[in-house]
């Protein structure tokens, strides 16, 4: 998340939008939301959740933000917070089928080592089947990686959103990169077999076509 090196603090905004400044709040809205939005979108897979967390989120701050003192970084702040609206309108509309477990299909197929699906992952994010891929995680594997790798947080920063240990945030990415490599690697295949069958479809229509002249 940016905002931390901008020349206005935003504690200094939040408290100003607090006390009624509009164009304060105006401002940290236009600071933040974008960034709020994505991480909503990413997590809950829905546009709809998304935004109204977003809007649910500033509204929270303007009646609860006193409650942020300055200690830690103000994304951390909103990522939790965004973090915790999610999982509750997940609760609320009962959609934790991808959090209890991992796939005991992707258990029964080693990873590669020699492949990192982390590497590059805020450039590479942006194609379909990468993004399939992070939706399909448990949601646990999930926000970790998108926490870490698209949101950029560091390890400490991660926990500290999540409310757990730097070593669980280390354990749930190298389980997260695993099931990744798996679940690429089981798409890579159907997508080579699919291929190949279509091209020797391709081929028996053309070799028919010939043989009827």
């Not at 209890?100 to 492949?115: H, K, M, N, R, V």
């Not at 500290?160 to 945030?169: A, D, L, Q, R």
């Amino acid at each position: 998340m940016r905002g931390e090196s901008d020349k206005k603090p935003d504690v200094d905004i939040l408290r100003k939008a607090i006390g009624g400044d509009t164009e304060a709040f105006a401002e940290l809205y236009d600071r933040w939301s974008g960034t709020v939005y994505r991480f909503a979108l990413r997590l809950s897979g829905e546009q709809s959740i998304a935004e109204d967390v977003t809007h649910d989120l500033f509204m929270t701050l303007l009646r609860d933000g006193h409650q942020y003192e300055g200690r830690g970084k103000f994304s951390s702040y909103l990522y939790s917070m965004a973090r915790h609206l999610v999982l509750h309108r997940l609760r609320r509309d009962r959609r934790f089928s991808q959090i209890d477990s991992d796939s005991e299909e992707l258990d029964q197929i080693p990873a590669d080592s020699t492949i990192d699906p982390l590497e590059g992952l805020a450039r590479a994010e942006s194609t379909a089947r990468v993004r399939q891929a992070i939706f399909a995680l448990p949601l646990h594997y999930r926000e970790v990686v998108l926490l870490c790798h698209l949101h950029e947080l560091s390890y400490a920063e991660a926990a500290e959103v999540i409310g757990c240990t730097i070593g669980t945030i280390c354990s749930r990415l190298s389980r997260a990169r695993d099931l990744l490599a798996q679940r690429l690697q089981i798409e890579s295949g159907y997508l080579a077999d699919h291929s190949a069958r279509r091209q020797s479809e391709h081929r028996v229509a053309v070799g028919a076509k010939w043989g009827e002249k």
